[in-house]
């Protein structure tokens, strides 16, 4: 599985990959961390982190998930630290380049979060996750008619649910709860529970939907 397409599925705002190839006690402690992040342990993802730090102390994999933590306990700014010091082990490496756009978004930083997002277009043009957050960038933005845009340039339908929650972002922006939900009931509809469910806290986790909304 892609580093591109396991951030889809991993339950988090942030883009995780599995462990690069090495030594098999690196790789544990990284599925652990990885299995902690997603039961909410981050005691034990921490202590999980300190394990990899000292086996593959120079991976940017390591930084990510240390990067991956901080974001979980909404340290931002250590995390966007973490993503670039990644990104510095390793130019090219996706997962980070995207947590990096998704705190930049966190922290209100809307040009950069933006400019981070169409980097990674160009080297994933037809992703529709990139679609999607460039538009929850520009609502949450106020450029509301720029958004408009983007959605109409969307594929409808697509391979994830990305269009649906576009939509939604919009109409979540505008108070319009009741006509957002109808976008989520139908994206239910077409698109499994999982893919669903990160499009939902991506929402959720930039104030836009409510953490109860169903």
Do not use: H, W
Not at 10 to 25: H, Q, Y
Not at 52 to 57: D, F, M, V
Not at 189 to 208: I, P, S, T
């Amino acid at each position: 599985m892609s580093a591109r397409r396991f951030c889809i599925l991993f339950s988090s705002i942030v883009a995780f990959s599995p462990a690069l190839a090495g030594d098999k006690g690196y790789d544990a402690a990284i599925k652990k961390a990885t299995q902690a992040l997603k039961a909410g342990n981050l005691t034990e993802a921490d202590k999980q982190a300190d394990v990899a730090a000292k086996l593959e102390p120079a991976s940017p994999q390591t930084a990510n998930l240390r990067g991956v933590i901080a974001v979980q306990k909404k340290k931002y700014e250590d995390a966007a630290g973490r993503f670039t010091e990644a990104i510095a082990a390793d130019e090219k490496f996706y997962p980070a380049k995207l947590n990096l756009a998704d705190v930049f978004l966190l922290q209100g930083k809307y040009a950069d979060a933006r400019a981070r997002y169409e980097e990674l277009q160009q080297v994933d043009p037809k992703s529709e996750l990139l679609q999607f957050k460039i538009v929850v960038t520009d609502v949450l933005d106020n450029r509301q008619s720029q958004a408009a845009q983007l959605i109409n340039d969307m594929t409808f339908p697509g391979t994830t649910p990305a269009y649906y929650f576009a939509r939604a972002a919009v109409l979540l922006k505008q108070s319009q709860e009741k006509q957002a939900q109808q976008y989520f009931t139908n994206a239910r509809k077409y698109y499994d529970e999982q893919q669903c469910a990160y499009f939902m806290r991506f929402l959720q986790q930039n104030g836009l939907a409510k953490a109860a909304t169903k």
